[in-house]
């Protein structure tokens, strides 16, 4: 019987968040053979507009342009039972949403809250096989490990999963779709091979830092243990705006999946994290260099980016962290990046790709 749990019962025994590593980790390959070789309508993804890891995957769709040959479903922003006949199922999570004429609502899973309407715009029941959440999606696999999270890169062809795992499907977008006129920017390289380094660099402290680091603060179940993950994000939070102060993308002069995977947590930062996770020693709004550099990065995806979604989502999703689920109306912070950005006085000489 596989233990179903969720990013909540993850802990160590000092009450710090302790993040389990993705299980399904194949890779879609140009290599002659591959099990998993690029086609266009071959693979799905499913995803969470809320989830910054799965919003990682719809910004590398949406720039490199695979949105025709790779389909997306969005599930439900508001988590909930996965498996409501089963008295005895606790688990609570990601779930499709109803059919555009339902009339169906929810409340959150302590019956708090809301009512939250089934069906949702931008969110629809699963096109690919019928089933209630993630976890049938799971299920479906034969999955053994019973955690389950979006992205999930699904092989239409084999009824499988390829990938759960953004930081891997972000690189196959980039570079496994760019031949058979696949993808419509096949020469929009997001890794390019001179700066693999330093985005190597630059991921391996954002992403305990900042990435995750906004969850150890908020999972936080000691008070040493946010004390410790608080002062790591600070820190990190002022590093990046020294960086951004001389350089206009996180690893160099281009935009590169490390600003992908950055700006998916700085987009989030002020409108929940602050407020939700106890990230209150900065804000993304007054910090200046920052706040511009979101302004770039918005104007390049824009169309992947659902605020409602993602407030809905977090604010509604663990009634032990907000019992009534009440959302918090916030500044509009997607209306300041709509604003113009001063990043191309960083590298006046060179023209941007996107
Ligand atoms: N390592 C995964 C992490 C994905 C992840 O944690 N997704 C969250 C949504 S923000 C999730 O689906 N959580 C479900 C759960 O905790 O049960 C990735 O980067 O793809």
């Not at 969110?123 to 999930?152: H, M």
């Not at 032990?320 to 191309?344: C, M, Q, T, W």
């Amino acid at each position: 019987m596989v233990k179903a749990r969720t990013a909540l019962d993850e802990l160590g025994t000092d009450g710090s968040f302790k993040r389990k590593e993705s299980a399904w980790r194949n890779w879609v390959s140009t290599d002659e053979g591959a099990e998993y070789p690029p086609e266009a309508d071959r693979y799905h993804l499913f995803v969470a507009a809320a989830c910054p890891w799965a919003h990682r995957t719809l910004m590398a769709r949406h720039l490199k342009g695979l949105e025709d040959i790779i389909s997306v479903t969005v599930v439900h922003p508001t988590w909930r039972k996965t498996k409501p006949d089963d008295e005895e199922d606790k688990h609570c999570g990601w779930v499709f949403a109803a059919d555009a004429d339902s009339k169906e609502t929810y409340k959150n899973t302590e019956g708090l809250g809301g009512p939250f309407t089934a069906a949702l715009e931008g969110c629809e029941p699963n096109p690919l096989f019928t089933c209630f959440s993630i976890r049938d999606v799971y299920e479906k696999a034969k999955d053994t490990e019973g955690k389950y999270t979006v992205p999930i890169l699904w092989d239409k062809k084999k009824e499988t999963i390829v990938s759960n795992e953004s930081a891997e499907i972000i690189q196959m977008f980039n570079s496994a779709f760019n031949g058979k006129g696949l993808a419509k920017n096949p020469d929009l390289d997001l890794a390019p091979k001179e700066l693999l380094d330093a985005m190597k660099e630059a991921d391996d402290w954002i992403y305990p830092n900042i990435n995750n680091g906004v969850y150890r603060c908020g999972f936080a179940q000691s008070q040493g243990a946010y004390d410790k993950a608080i002062e790591d994000l600070t820190n990190s939070f002022d590093r990046l705006e020294e960086i951004l102060k001389k350089q206009r993308f996180i690893a160099g002069d281009q935009m590169t999946l490390s600003d992908i995977r950055l700006f998916s947590t700085l987009l989030r930062f002020d409108e929940v994290y602050v407020v939700y996770f106890k990230t209150n020693t900065r804000t993304v709004t007054h910090t200046p260099t920052l706040l511009n550099y979101c302004r770039e990065m918005y104007q390049k995806v824009g169309p992947t980016v659902n605020m409602a979604q993602i407030k809905q989502h977090y604010y509604t999703s663990h009634p032990n962290l907000n019992k009534y689920s009440i959302i918090p109306k916030g500044a509009d912070f997607v209306k300041l990046l709509e604003e113009p950005h001063d990043r191309e006085s960083l590298t006046s000489n060179k023209k941007q790709k996107v």
